[in-house]
C-alpha cells in the first residue's frame, strides 16, 4: 500500500509538472508583451535572459499610443463589430439548429452534415468570393461589411443543435400544450434551457470578431473603420518599429478580450433543464 502511494504520488508529481511547464511556456510570451509594454526606453527589452519586471515601469507607452493614434476610433469599431457579430451568430445559429435538432423533416441529418463539412473550408478559400460580393453590394468601408461574413457559423449551429437536444422532450410538449408557437418554443424553453451553451458560443464569437485581422485588413481602406488589430498593425509603420509602444497597443488590443472572459466564464454553469419536471 506504501508503495502504491509513493508511486502515485509520484505520477502526480511528473504530471503536474509537465503540466505547470506547458502553462509557463505558453505564458511568457504574454508575460513578455506585457513588460515590454510598461519599459522605459532606457530598458533593453532584448537583454538575455529576459527581464520580466521593468526597472523603472511606466504608463508613457500607453499614453503614446493612445494620444498619438485614434485608438479610441479603433476600440469604438472594435466594440461595434464584436457586439453586432455576437448578437447575430447568437440568434442565427439558435434559429438555424432549433429545426435541426427538435423538427422532423426529410434531409434534416444531411442537411445539418453539409453544414457541419463547411467547418473543413479554410475561410481563405472563400475570402476572395466574399470580397467581391461585399464591394458590389456597396459593403466596403462599413461596419456590415466587416460583419455580414460572420452573422452565423458551422460551429454555432452545431453547439446549439447539440444543447437543444439535451432539452427534455417533456418541457416542449408541455408548452406545445400550452399553446405556445415553434417560436414560442424555441424562445421560452430551448433558449432559457441553455444558456451555458449560448454564453460559450458567445465566447468564442466575440474572441473571433475581436481578434479577427484578415478580413478587416482586405476590406477597409479608410482609417476610421479600422479595428485595433489593424491599428496594432499600423504602429509598426508610424513608429518605425518601436516593439514598446507596439506592446503597448497589443495589451491595450488583448485586454477587453480578458475581461469579457473573466466576467462571461461564470455563467458558464450546468442548468437543470429537467428540473421543472417530477420524477
Same mark, same amino acid.
Given at each position: 500500500m506504501q508503495r502504491l502511494r509513493q508511486a502515485t504520488w509520484v505520477r502526480l508529481t511528473v504530471t503536474y509538472g509537465v503540466l505547470s511547464a506547458i502553462a509557463l511556456a505558453m505564458l511568457l510570451p504574454l /508575460?513578455?508583451?506585457?513588460? $515590454?509594454?510598461?519599459?522605459?526606453?532606457?530598458?533593453?527589452?532584448?537583454?538575455?535572459?529576459?527581464?520580466?519586471?521593468?526597472?523603472?515601469?511606466? =504608463? +508613457? +507607452?500607453?499614453? $503614446?499610443?493612445?494620444?498619438? +493614434?485614434?485608438f479610441g476610433q479603433y476600440f469604438v469599431n472594435s466594440i461595434i463589430v464584436a457586439v453586432l457579430t455576437v448578437g /447575430?451568430? =447568437?440568434?442565427?445559429?439558435? =434559429?438555424?439548429?432549433?429545426? =435541426?435538432?427538435? /423538427?422532423?423533416f426529410r434531409g434534416r441529418q444531411f442537411l445539418f452534415a453539409l453544414i457541419v463539412a463547411t467547418i473543413l473550408i479554410p475561410f481563405q478559400i472563400v475570402m476572395i468570393p466574399l470580397y467581391v460580393l461585399a464591394v458590389q453590394l456597396g459593403l466596403r468601408n462599413t461596419y456590415l461589411g466587416l460583419i455580414f461574413p460572420f452573422i452565423a457559423s458551422a460551429f454555432g449551429i452545431f453547439l446549439m443543435r447539440q444543447a437543444f437536444l439535451g432539452v427534455p422532450k417533456e418541457l416542449e410538449e408541455a408548452a406545445r400544450i400550452d399553446g405556445c408557437s415553434e417560436l414560442g418554443i424555441w424562445w421560452n424553453v430551448m433558449i432559457s434551457s441553455t444558456r451555458p451553451a449560448l454564453v460559450t458560443l458567445a465566447i468564442f464569437v466575440f474572441i473571433g470578431a475581436w481578434s479577427d485581422f484578415l478580413w478587416p485588413l482586405i476590406l477597409l481602406d479608410r482609417p476610421e473603420y479600422y479595428t485595433l488589430p489593424l491599428g496594432v498593425a499600423k504602429l509598426a509603420g508610424s513608429f518605425s518599429l518601436d516593439w514598446r509602444l507596439i506592446a503597448a497597443g497589443s495589451v491595450i488590443s488583448i485586454l477587453p478580450v480578458l475581461i469579457f472572459f473573466v466576467v462571461m466564464q461564470r455563467y458558464i454553469v450546468p442548468t437543470e433543464s429537467g428540473s421543472g419536471l417530477k420524477g
Open positions: /508575460l513578455w508583451l506585457v513588460s $515590454t509594454a510598461f519599459k522605459s526606453p532606457d530598458e533593453n527589452i532584448f537583454a538575455f535572459p529576459p527581464q520580466f519586471i521593468p526597472a523603472s515601469p511606466t =504608463l +508613457n +507607452n500607453f499614453i $503614446t499610443v493612445w494620444q498619438q +493614434n485614434p /447575430l451568430n =447568437l440568434l442565427f445559429c439558435s =434559429l438555424a439548429a432549433y429545426p =435541426l435538432a427538435r /423538427l422532423k
